[in-house]
């Protein structure tokens, strides 16, 4: 194993952090003992580092292929503002500029150069990087290679050939999102048969998550958990523009700094917007899954999904967008048997091959059963991604306010028996409608005389909404695709299971707590979530005032807040109150170079508190 203390010593000297943390140093001790490595570890685990630490200290310039211009930007901006020769080559890129950074790569003055996969195949560039020391080759956003992951990208798949063009060049995988499949996926396309893996827990404990179906005034629960968190900053993925449109003109009515994001806005109002974003703190984010990859803002405070999402991994990267600096963030999402209906109807008719379109109905299943379900939210996922001997989080809605479940096996028999008398031809409504022994028009009439009429009268309609809703989540049941979509059987297997009382349906009792009572909960648990986080009295101001000089230094030198630093790191300034700084430069977050930079004003302000 590499001596780690050079690392080490680069990590505190230019980063200011103490130590690596996690599987960090494992993995750049792989790497710089020159052998290639997988490494998945969550969202804020610190991925940036396992290839930024080991570039800088081995020959050569480190090679970072990574899918999206502004996570290039933010990067570099990032280790530049720290005082590391990095730099990035994109289509923003003027020719002098490219120029001035390739003859940089090639004297080895350059230590990081970031490139997308275009930029690197384009005309005579892999040519040119033969003739440089490389020091190592990182593939950033890894999983983006699989189609068993769900940000498939086919320019991916031409990296593999990196193992041959550069034989004895580390080369390294990382993401943050690969369940076993995508994990294997990566190894075989990307050539990285004989690489160590290195997969940390996706444990994210500073997430707060709760879910809850779809109500009839969804989205006014939406609006009032915005306007609990206002001078936050989140982010609320709906499904289609027209929706991200109508929530975010409506949060703007009410006053809170909403902004729309969606694939159908011309890209230079998306860019500006993305920056409006990333460099203010209270902006809320209203957006289709358009608006994702890119975005590395530290201090996201909560994301919420008015439309669930496509499967349990893009649950989690896309909850994951929250709380990266550690601090506590929320992740609420509401979702309903139509959201289901949709993801599966998005798959059939999306161009993949047959095999895929399976696994991705299957995907969006697993994703409803989850969110339905009665285990602890964390606990769910981690158990996904394959993780063993998890532990409940103690703070998500399951966890606080356990539901109740009833074998509802008797019910779902009646119900299943109900769509198949009337033929598998009618939608929800009149099921239950038939269930109850209500007639309304002439349909319903004409199945009046069947076995099944009025067999659930002693339940309520929301009983049997319930049964049939929690049907379509485990896929017993299925819903066509139109706009008025019959119920029919999903699965014939488990019905006849369900008949023969072998497989027991546990659903969640409908009986919802009042909405006051809601609220409370959810305020507690945040609050127990939150505790470490808070400020009061003097070290409020203090902190609003280092956040105040935080931004009208961003804004002088033109660069996101948090490249200058991270909430986290002003936080530390106020509970250290350093008067020096020597006492400034210990704390995490601060190397040389800011400490040169910044660390008088710092002082200023940590002494004078304006
Ligand atoms: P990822 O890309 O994995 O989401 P980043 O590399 O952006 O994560 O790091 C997330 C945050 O954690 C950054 O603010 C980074 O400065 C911080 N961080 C990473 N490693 C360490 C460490 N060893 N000690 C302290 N902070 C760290
Ligand atoms: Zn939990």
């Known amino acids: 194993m590499a001596d780690l203390s050079a690392a080490r010593e680069t990590l505190q000297r230019v980063f200011g952090h103490d130590d690596f943390r996690g599987l960090q140093a494992d993995v750049v001790s792989e790497v710089l003992d020159g052998r290639d490595v997988v490494a998945v570890l969550p969202t804020g685990g610190g991925k940036s580092f396992c ?15 990574s899918p999206l211009i502004a996570l290039m930007q933010d990067q570099v901006a ?3 503002s720290a005082g590391v020769a990095a730099a990035r080559l994109d289509s923003t890129l003027d020719r002098d500029a490219r120029r001035e950074w390739l003859s940089a790569a090639r004297e080895g003055k350059l230590d990081l150069l970031y490139v997308s996969p275009e930029g690197l195949f384009a005309q005579g560039f892999l040519d040119f990087l033969e003739q440089c020391p490389i020091a190592l080759i990182a593939i950033d956003e890894a999983h983006c290679v699989s189609q068993w992951g769900h940000d498939f990208r086919p320019d991916y798949r031409a990296l593999g050939q990196l193992a041959d063009r550069f034989p004895g060049v580390p080369r390294m995988a990382v993401t943050a999102t690969a369940d076993l499949k995508t994990q294997a996926d990566i190894r075989t396309q990307l050539r990285l048969d004989h690489a160590k893996s290195f997969i940390a827990s996706f444990d994210r404990p500073n997430l707060v998550l709760s879910a809850e179906r779809k109500g009839a005034k969804a989205q006014d629960r939406i609006y009032d958990l915005v306007r609990a968190g206002r001078g936050k900053s989140g982010i609320i993925y709906a499904a289609t523009r027209d929706s991200v449109e109508k929530t975010a003109a409506n949060l703007q009515a009410l006053k809170i700094p909403a902004l729309a994001y969606h694939a159908g806005l011309d890209a230079s109002l998306r860019a500006e917007r993305q920056q409006r974003f990333q460099e203010e703190d209270d902006v809320v984010m209203v957006a289709t899954i358009a608006f994702g990859m890119g975005v590395d803002k530290p201090n996201v405070r909560y994301v919420i999904h008015a439309d669930s999402p496509k499967s349990i991994e893009a649950y989690w990267q896309e909850v994951g967008r929250g709380g990266r600096d550690g601090e506590t963030a929320e992740g609420f999402c509401i979702y309903s048997a139509s959201d289901l209906r949709r993801a599966i109807m998005f ?10 379109k399976a696994v991705q109905i299957k995907k969006a299943r697993q994703l409803f059963a989850f969110l339905d379900g009665l285990t602890c939210r964390r606990g769910g996922v981690r158990r996904y991604f394959g993780e063993e001997n998890v532990e409940p989080c103690g703070v998500c809605d399951i966890c606080t306010d356990p539901p109740t479940s009833i074998d509802a096996t008797e019910l779902a028999a009646k119900a299943i028996s109900a769509v198949m008398r009337m033929d598998q031809r009618v939608g929800r409504g009149r099921v239950v409608n038939h269930l109850l022994g209500r ?10 005389s069947r076995s099944t009429f009025g067999i659930g009268a002693d339940q309520g309609e929301p009983m049997w909404r319930n049964v049939i809703e929690h049907l379509l989540f485990e896929g017993v049941l299925s819903e066509g695709d139109d706009q008025r979509p019959t119920l029919s059987i999903g699965d014939d297997e488990a019905v006849r299971a369900i008949f023969r009382k072998e497989r027991e349906v546990r659903m969640r009792e409908a009986a919802k707590p009042t909405r006051r009572s809601k ?19 003097a070290d409020a101001k203090l902190f609003e005032a280092l956040k105040g000089w935080r931004r009208e230094s961003a804004h002088a030198n033109g660069v996101p807040p948090y490249v200058i ?22 704390i995490s977050g601060i190397g040389e170079a800011k400490l040169k930079k910044y660390g008088a004003e710092v002082l200023a302000v940590l002494i004078t508190g304006i």
């Open 51 to 65: 290839y930024q630490i080991p570039a800088m200290l081995r020959e050569g310039v480190g090679l970072v292929v």
């Open 78 to 80: 990032a280790l530049r």
């Open 565 to 586: 630093f991270h909430d986290a790191t002003l936080a530390e300034m106020v509970r250290a109150k350093p008067s020096d700084l020597v006492g400034l430069g210990r």
């Open 519 to 537: 609220e409370d909960r959810r305020a507690s648990r945040i609050a127990k979530g939150a505790a470490k986080a808070g400020f009061e009295g």
């Open 347 to 356: 798959a059939n008719q999306s161009n993949a091959t047959d095999q895929v």
């Open 439 to 448: 007639t309304g028009d002439g349909l319903d009439e004409q199945y009046a």
